[in-house]
């Protein structure tokens, strides 16, 4: 993924759908030196960072 759109993600007003390795996340915060993103993994406590790159913006909203 693009920062300028992980951070759209991530400070917009919508829901999008973000997937790594196939697990579905919520962006929490974005470290721009490192290109970096910190994320949750959708129904579970676990959060991890990773890289912007390897996450997947599906594009579909969350309703």
Avoid: C
Wanted: glycine share 6%; aromatic share 6%.
């Amino acid at each position: 993924m693009l920062k300028n759109k992980a951070q759209k993600v991530l400070h917009g007003n919508e829901n999008y759908k973000v997937a790594y390795r196939d697990k579905m996340v919520w962006i929490e915060d974005i470290d721009e030196s490192s290109n970096e993103a910190l994320v949750s993994v959708i129904g579970t406590r676990e959060k991890l960072r990773v890289p912007l790159s390897e996450l997947d913006g599906k594009g579909f909203e969350i309703k």
